[in-house]
């Protein structure tokens, strides 16, 4: 990882051991997915008036390369007793993690089939200096993307007016294209 990895307890005292459960979650998802630039991790024990059996709230924030995150929380509504012990709930999250984080590098890299069709769009407007464009959507909004988005070495081949499909997300400053993909020949120049 780039920045080291941050660790925030809230409730309890860090043992020793879960400590070092954390370590070696981070270091397992580290070891498959060497692209994480940073971890944080967020472990909260029941309210100080809980019940017995009440689960540890684990969440995992993942940033990677491109811009790209892996969010995990706690899942809401889950009544599952063993969340109640704090090394299962960590455990339990870092798999999850791992999973979505999986499933995010598969279709940065394009290996997972489509089971729905992507929307499509044009590109709109290229500003290489910075690295990014607009698309316009088919019912004509414009939707920001940036260079790390686009799926392959295509990014300095695009032009105005090449057709993309792409998957919509809510970034900071409002929707974003990401997973953009040159479609027909603007992809094979």
């Known amino acids: 990882m780039e920045t080291p990895l941050q660790l925030q307890i809230q409730g309890f ?14 270091a397992k998802l580290e070891e498959h997915y060497g692209r994480i630039t940073s971890c944080r991790i967020a472990i909260a024990a029941p309210g100080a008036h809980h019940r017995m059996g009440e689960a540890y709230a684990v969440s995992i924030r993942i940033a990677l390369p491109n811009g790209n995150e892996v969010n995990v929380g706690r899942i809401s509504g889950r009544a599952d007793r ?16 791992a999973r979505q984080l999986r499933d995010r590098v598969r279709r940065l890299e394009g290996k997972v089939k489509a089971d729905v069709r ?14 990014c464009g ?9 939707i920001y993307f940036h260079a790390n988005s686009v799926l392959g ?12 499909s792409y998957h919509e997300e ?20």
């Open 82 to 97: 063993r969340q109640a012990d704090v090394t299962f709930a960590v455990h339990d999250a870092f798999r999850r993690a």
């Open 153 to 164: 070495p295509h990014f300095d081949r695009m032009q105005s007016g090449d057709r993309v």
């Open 134 to 142: 607009f698309l316009v959507t088919e019912d004509g909004r414009e």
């Open 170 to 189: 809510m970034g900071e400053k409002g929707p974003q294209a990401s997973t953009v993909r040159l479609l027909g020949a603007s992809a094979r120049r």
């Open 118 to 131: 992507q929307p499509e769009a044009r590109v709109l407007d290229l500003d290489r200096s910075r690295n």
């Open 13 to 26: 005292e860090l043992s020793s051991h879960l400590r070092d459960v954390v370590d070696a979650n981070v």
